[in-house]
């Protein structure tokens, strides 16, 4: 069960979302990224590491995103920092029911200024996702398009995403 907190502005926040700082997910949320982890991994085998939930050390005060995306390369079980101080390729947002268009943007500079190449911000509710080359520039793919992301080279049908 989760402990739920009392805010200044009345909102009521859980321990999942203080602890994570970020909306607790949904069913759909938990399908989306799984499809990407599996989409990801499947296409592009031994080129790159996904992983979910990873803490990042982005200015000012961290950030765990729904998915990243390193260089591949074998795990180093000795040395596993709460937080990570290099900067995965990409990282992908997936938003939640209660996240608005600004909460998912206002997370786009620290990521970019922390050195991440690409963003994706994922919106279930249109089936669409912005793919980000920095803060201020996107592509928009939806329905039964191929997202592409010029940056890192890697194109995967919407379709799957959200099937």
């Known amino acids: 069960m989760d402990l739920v907190v009392e805010t200044t502005s009345e909102k009521q926040l859980s321990a999942y979302e203080i602890e994570r700082k970020k909306h607790t997910p949904t ?3 938990g399908a989306i990224q ?15 590491r996904i992983a979910s939930e990873v803490a990042l050390a982005t200015q000012p005060d961290g ?12 795990l180093d079980y000795k040395n596993d920092p709460a937080r990570r101080t290099d900067a995965p390729l990409l990282v992908v947002e997936i938003q939640s029911p209660s996240q608005s268009s ?3 943007t206002e997370k786009l500079e620290p990521y970019f200024y ?6 994706w911000i994922v919106v279930p509710d249109f089936q669409g996702v912005f793919v980000y080359s920095n803060a201020f520039t996107y592509e928009f ?5 191929i997202l592409t992301d010029t940056t890192l080279n890697i194109e995967i049908d919407l379709k799957d995403i959200f099937k």
């Open 114 to 119: 922390f050195g991440i190449k690409s963003c």
């Open 102 to 104: 600004k909460d998912m």
């Open 34 to 48: 799984a499809n990407l982890i599996v989409l990801i991994a499947v296409k592009y085998p031994n080129l790159f």
């Open 63 to 74: 950030s765990t995103p729904d998915l990243v995306l390193y260089p591949f390369s074998e």
């Open 27 to 29: 069913l759909i949320h």
């Open 141 to 145: 793919f939806h329905h039964d398009e």
